[in-house]
């Protein structure tokens, strides 16, 4: 037999592509060539498979004076990564009848050392998961990936740590059956357990607003921000608020678990708890939205489902605070470039700090800022009106006693209280929008406020008067609307009142007089 089909799979822009590896071979000078528009790990494959085909007890392809054409199919589709080592070794021994196997409705996926040994790669979960929806029922895959494969139902995964233990499993040739050396991987059950947080609400003392505050966002989704002097504890409330949210649903943990095998995050089998980001304030905007020649997702996208946290908030540069102005509203990113477009989830929670000015004392009594005039209203004036509109909260933090940080009490059962109230009030949203899984308050579109909204005459009154005084925008109208309606739901109340509506009104974002 001088050809041979096997397939293989790879992630291209968070989708995932089944990959026919094709080979064939002829007589001739020895060549070597992979076509199909493969990157330069592609093009080096063929020396790790070489290696790998010597070292595990097979004559080398450089040994033969054979012409050998592997091509990747479909060609259009540009091929990147170590991922098709695996099957091209197979595809080459079953072409030269070495070997033969059954290649049908299985799939092959691994990186081969030089020795033979299969290593682990990025991305196998979506990988699985497509091979599955196109009618496979096999998927060989190297060990480390397998109890991440293991997750997606009506696909057999087979752990495998060399490319001889591969071939003895398989390997029909001169035998009546295979020898069965690699057993089934066990099905991946999804166990909830309590996350092991650094910081949670029973560490903060005292800033009992911004602990409301942050126990609305996190029932409605709403973003956030956090600003005051330095010292008054921002980032710690920040990076308290994971604590408080719920763990995700199994639909969002495959989603949030693929896109992190995507981009090699992933620590575990699965994600079940929501993801926190805290890129540095010198990130550019392609590594926070996404983006390059070959568009890739970035850090909104890494925190989807979870929560992008954005300390020193106005430390970044400006364009780069621009580009959120679109995902923040549609909790999508669309990249397009010369050679594609992409659209990548980025439905995350935003929480940012900041401080009144450079230095951090405007404003703070016993403090004296240093900061001119003109430093603090450019300053400010980082974060455009569109920007302040997209954010729902604007909660600020003061000073601290210094009685409750040295006199320390017994610390209490704030986190577990506080989320519990959260789970409470997003059952409340789930009843509510039965027809979209996962969605809250703060997803609500014109349509949605005018079929779910409900309030009462005085709160109507009251929110209008405040409308017209305060010149909010259609859309500020609306966020001050969907935070009013969870702020409702915390108190299990069935139709929006005046104390809701209020109390929404007080997060807007204040004018600061310099």
Known sequence: ??????????????????????????????????????????????????????????????????????????????????????GIALGYLTATGDIELNPEKTIFL???????????????????????????TRAFVPKENAAEAALVDGITIYPATSLIELIEHLNTRDKKGTTKTLLEQPKTEIVYTREDVTIDFNDVEGNETAKRGLLIAAAGGHNIALFGPPGTGKTMLAKAFRSILPPLSLKDILEVTAIHSIAGTLKSAYVTHPPIRSPHHTASYVSLVGGGAI????????????????????????????????????????????????????????????????CGNFGVEGKKCVCSPQNIQKYQRKISGPIADRIDMWIEVSKIDYEKIIRKKQRGNDTEAIRDSVARARKIQSKRFNHKEGMLNSDMGAR?????????????????????????????????MKLARTIADLDEKENVDEKSVLEALQYRQKKTEI
């Open 110 to 136: 691994g990186e081969l050392s030089l020795d033979g040994n299969i290593r682990p790669i990025t991305g196998v979960l979506p990988l699985i998961v497509e091979a599955r929806k196109q009618g496979f």
């Open 448 to 480: 949605d406020i005018q079929n779910f909204f409900e309030m009462n005459a005085q709160a109507e009154k009251i929110l209008e008067q405040a409308a017209r005084n305060l010149e909010l925008s259609a859309r500020a109208c609306h966020k001050v």
């Open 295 to 358: 568009p890739k997702p970035g850090e909104l996208t890494l925190a989807h489902k979870g929560v992008l946290f954005l300390d020193e908030f106005p430390e970044f540069d400006k364009k780069v605070i621009e580009t959120l102005r679109q995902p923040l509203e549609e909790k999508i990113v669309s990249v397009t470039r010369a050679r594609g477009s992409a659209h990548f989830p980025a439905h995350c929670i935003l929480v940012a700090a900041l401080n009144p000015c450079p």
């Open 1 to 86: 037999m001088s050809f041979s089909k096997i397939h293989t799979a790879q992630n291209h822009l968070l989708k995932a592509h089944i990959i026919d590896i094709e080979t064939d071979l002829s007589r001739g000078l020895h060549s070597f060539t992979i076509v199909g528009l493969g990157d330069k790990a592609v093009e080096e494959s063929k020396d790790r498979v070489s290696s790998a085909i010597k070292n595990s007890g097979f004559t080398a392809p450089k040994s033969k004076n054979e012409k050998i054409v592997v091509s990747l199919a479909p060609a259009d589709l540009k091929k990147e990564g170590p991922s098709f080592d695996v």
